[in-house]
């Protein structure tokens, strides 16, 4: 197999595989949770679950009062991190090529140059955040071999897009094929890992908060 | 005339000044990037260089590669080919036909056995026995196989010889193959592409009568000097893909503006040649130059790596209906099991009796 015909893979049936190991496993996740069904709750309610629900998932997404100053470098940096990510993904020409190849509709790219910037900065937060995650007793502790995992994968893919689009390193065709399986991996590892909280993130935070919140509490 | 006389010779007789073969061989330098002192290197050697012996085989091809080297320049690089080399058999080009053609041939063989360069363009069918192409009556890889043997060197000129291009394209009916996927025991260079830049032709012929030794090749067997980059390495609207504008059809403003081709399916970035700097038809343009994107022709399977207009960075095949598939497919599997857990539920709880005093 030459270069030519393992970018021809990766492009055509290796994305349609990850693509579809992806899409089948997140919507699978996501409705097996939704599908479970409550028992109906005869107590009567002391509060509004909506209320809750939607106070929890505010609250949860800003510091809490009370935040140490190493609580700060997770929120911060983790912020950061996300909205970097996003940019970086959603934003660049070439990336929007792919994604309108799905989607079937495209939107205005950002200059390359700025896409650039939010790399760098994306990748120094995930930096910052693994050495946090070291040298922090607490978070230490708390890690397992996912978070560790988790983290070369969405670090891979962009360092090696950063590469790619500076030219440093391999040529441009053995870099875009390295570029393209990162991605691949990428999707097929999140509907088994944490990474699958793209999708949970919220409705978990509105399911707490709407026991609370039905309950008179307020968290 | 002795046909194997030296080349000095044969330009003195052809009136080529010294000045203007001293500019050809300058060329050839820096083409090859070799260290400017190398020019006066290759004169001296060129001079004296017996014209080698060369017979040139057309396979399963178009005659494009032919074409593009006889007619290409005027005057001319690549009419010094012909008279760096004594021709000695090439069915397109010769005089001679029928038997007379196959026997310079077979003479060329013979007399030049060991010493003789095999040029070859065009794949080599190996479906049922090789009978989809046949010269003479005898199949390409008959041929080959035969003229191999007493071969210095081969030259697999042109994306059919070097990769097995578009005969080799998918379903490929005929079992079309490279000169490399027969030859295992004779060096081989291929110049690739459809068709190949002649300037590369000659200045792979320069090279191997200078140093008596083929160039140096990349991974793929293509001259590094002449391969070493991609079109996008060298292309001059590099700068508007580092600005990240874009043409986005063939006669928008971008386009108008000669913005990058990226978006329009450019496989410049993936493709080794150097179009961009050589140039074609007398060094006017290059395809880029032109509006269109480059098609990757010089690399292997080009003609299959998906449409020569999506992006590389898009998908080279249906992404929608899969992941939709994908989708429903998902939520059916999770309503499916959903349906059973309930129903789990449902007998578990039926099944469930109720605890008394008497269990107490």
């Known amino acids: 197999m030459n270069q030519q015909t393992l970018l021809e893979f990766v492009r055509g049936p290796g994305l349609q595989i990850a693509a579809v190991v992806f899409v089948l496993g997140m919507v699978y996740r996501l409705l097996q949770l939704l599908l479970l069904g409550r028992k109906k709750n005869l107590a009567t309610p002391r509060g509004s679950a909506l209320r809750g629900g939607l106070r929890t998932m505010w609250h949860r997404?800003?510091?809490?009062?009370?935040?140490?100053?190493?609580?700060?470098?997770?929120?911060?940096?983790?912020?950061?991190?996300?909205?970097?990510?996003?940019?970086?993904?959603?934003?660049?020409?070439?990336?929007?090529?792919?994604?309108?190849?799905?989607?079937?509709?495209?939107?205005?790219?950002l200059p390359p140059g700025l896409i650039t910037i939010t790399t760098i900065v994306t990748i120094a937060a995930m930096v910052t955040l693994l050495v946090h995650r070291f040298t922090d007793p607490v978070k230490r502790l708390l890690s397992d071999y996912q978070d560790y995992l988790t983290w070369i994968l969405t670090f891979l893919p962009l360092l090696t897009g950063f590469l790619l689009k500076q030219g440093i390193g391999l040529g441009y065709q053995q870099m875009l094929i390295v570029h393209i399986i990162t991605l691949e991996l990428l999707l097929i590892a999140t509907p088994f890992t944490k990474l699958a909280h793209m999708l949970t993130t919220f409705s978990a935070r509105w399911y707490n908060g709407a026991i609370a919140g039905y309950k008179g509490i307020k968290v | 005339m002795n046909q194997h006389d030296t080349l000095g010779e044969r330009l003195a007789q052809q009136g080529i000044s010294r000045r203007a073969f001293l500019k050809f061989c300058t060329a050839m330098a820096s083409m090859m990037a070799l260290p400017p002192g190398a020019a006066t290197a290759i004169a001296e050697a060129l001079i004296k260089a017996k014209r080698p012996s060369v017979i040139w085989l057309s396979f399963q091809e178009c005659t494009g590669c032919t074409e593009s080297l006889t007619r290409s320049h005027t005057p001319t690089l690549e009419n010094l080919i012909f008279d760096m080399i004594s021709l000695d058999y090439h069915h397109?080009?010769?005089?001679?036909?029928?038997?007379?053609?196959?026997?310079?041939?077979?003479?060329?063989?013979?007399?030049?056995?060991?010493?003789?360069?095999?040029?070859?363009?065009?794949?080599?069918?190996?479906?049922?026995?090789?009978?989809?192409?046949?010269?003479?009556?005898?199949?390409?890889?008959?041929?080959?196989?035969?003229?191999?043997?007493?071969?210095?060197?081969?030259?697999?000129?042109?994306?059919?010889?070097?990769?097995?291009?578009?005969?080799?394209?998918?379903?490929?009916?005929?079992?079309?193959?490279?000169?490399?996927?027969?030859?295992?025991?004779?060096?081989?260079?291929?110049?690739?592409?459809?068709?190949?830049?002649?300037?590369?032709?000659?200045?792979?012929?320069?090279?191997?009568?200078?140093?008596?030794?083929?160039?140096?090749?990349?991974?793929?067997?293509?001259?590094?000097?002449?391969?070493?980059?991609?079109?996008?390495?060298?292309?001059?609207?590099?700068?508007?893909?580092?600005?990240?504008?874009?043409?986005?059809?063939?006669?928008?403003?971008?386009?108008?503006?000669?913005?990058?081709?990226?978006?329009?399916?450019?496989?410049?970035?993936?493709?080794?040649?150097?179009?961009?700097?050589?140039?074609?038809?007398?060094?006017?343009?290059?395809?880029?130059?032109?509006?269109?994107?480059?098609?990757?022709?010089?690399?292997?399977?080009?003609?299959?790596?998906?449409?020569?207009?999506?992006?590389?960075?898009?998908?080279?095949?249906?992404?929608?209906?899969?992941?939709?598939?994908?989708?429903?497919?998902?939520?059916?599997?999770?309503?499916?099991?959903?349906?059973?857990?309930?129903?789990?539920?449902?007998?578990?709880?039926?099944?469930?009796?109720?605890?008394?005093?008497?269990?107490?």
């Open chain 1, 61 to 109: 997404s800003i510091p809490s009062p009370g935040l140490t100053s190493r609580g700060y470098i997770t929120v911060i940096t983790g912020y950061v991190f996300h909205i970097g990510f996003m940019i970086t993904l959603l934003f660049l020409s070439q990336h929007i090529e792919l994604l309108s190849a799905v989607l079937k509709f495209e939107w205005p790219a």
């Open chain 2, 92 to 360: 397109t080009l010769q005089a001679a036909s029928g038997f007379g053609a196959e026997k310079s041939r077979e003479d060329a063989m013979q007399e030049f056995f060991g010493k003789y360069l095999l040029v070859v363009d065009g794949a080599i069918p190996l479906h049922k026995d090789g009978v989809y192409s046949t010269i003479a009556g005898r199949t390409n890889l008959d041929l080959l196989q035969e003229a191999s043997k007493g071969a210095a060197a081969i030259i697999a000129v042109g994306t059919c010889a070097t990769f097995g291009g578009i005969p080799n394209a998918k379903p490929n009916p005929t079992g079309a193959v490279a000169v490399s996927d027969i030859i295992k025991d004779k060096p081989i260079v291929n110049i690739s592409g459809c068709p190949p830049i002649p300037a590369v032709i000659t200045g792979v012929l320069a090279h191997y009568l200078t140093f008596g030794a083929l160039p140096e090749l990349d991974d793929l067997g293509r001259p590094r000097s002449y391969y070493g980059e991609t079109i996008h390495d060298r292309c001059y609207r590099r700068p508007f893909y580092d600005q990240g504008k874009f043409a986005k059809s063939f006669d928008d403003e971008g386009a108008r503006n000669g913005w990058c081709l990226f978006e329009l399916g450019c496989k410049g970035p993936t493709t080794h040649n150097s179009c961009a700097t050589t140039k074609w038809n007398g060094k006017t343009s290059f395809p880029i130059e032109s509006g269109h994107g480059c098609l990757g022709c010089s690399e292997p399977n080009f003609w299959d790596a998906g449409s020569f207009y999506t992006p590389l960075s898009a998908p080279t095949v249906d992404m929608t209906k899969v992941v939709a598939g994908a989708a429903v497919a998902g939520a059916g599997v999770a309503a499916a099991l959903s349906v059973a857990d309930r129903a789990k539920k449902r007998r578990a709880q039926q099944s469930h009796e109720k605890l008394t005093t008497k269990d107490l």
